[in-house]
């Protein structure tokens, strides 16, 4: 049975290293998603905001029409960034969603982060939380896998500061 493990991060450097290793201990990144605030003006393509901390809007991912991904922030998580796009949510505002999710809260733009969630066998009262902790500028990380392995998903994201890690 496939389950849902979530988490929040308060930095990237502590998602990407909790992916990382997530990546490492034998999770596909058809597994793995990652859920962040975007910089103004980057919806849909890729921007040029100035309120992260590689300067060019997009979080160090390119938007899904390049068709590249680049060497930094969540973007040097291999093949994890390749579905990774940005994305306007109603009430939200830009993100960036990576992996699976992102085409869940596409498919979803009414619904938001928490419409994707829901989707994922999250309560719509959870999913709105973790909505919220995106909008407040956290990061969600969030692994659809096999029962047998959440267990160890969410060792990981523990081990590397995540917040709030539930599993459903």
Do not use: C
Not at 40 to 58: F, I, L
Not at 75 to 87: R, V
Not at 121 to 133: L, Q, S, V
């Amino acid at each position: 049975m496939v389950k849902t493990v979530i988490g929040v991060f308060d930095s990237k450097e502590q998602a990407e290293k909790a992916v990382s290793q997530m990546r490492n201990s034998g999770f596909d990144t058809n597994e793995i998603s990652i859920v962040a605030k975007g910089a103004k003006g980057e919806a849909g393509r890729g921007g040029n905001g100035d309120d992260d901390d590689d300067g060019d809007g997009n979080l160090g991912m390119d938007t899904v029409a390049d068709g590249t991904t680049t060497g930094g922030v969540l973007g040097g998580l291999a093949g994890l960034a390749l579905g990774a796009g940005a994305l306007a949510v109603p009430g939200l505002g830009p993100i960036i969603a990576a992996g699976p999710i992102a085409g869940l809260i596409s498919g979803a733009a009414t619904g938001g982060v928490a419409g994707g969630l829901i989707d994922w066998g999250i309560p719509e009262e959870r999913g709105r939380y973790y909505e919220g902790e995106v909008k407040k500028g956290r990061i969600l990380a969030v692994v659809r896998a096999h029962e047998q392995k959440v267990g160890n998903a969410a060792k990981i994201m523990r081990q590397n500061g995540a917040k709030d890690v539930e599993t459903h």
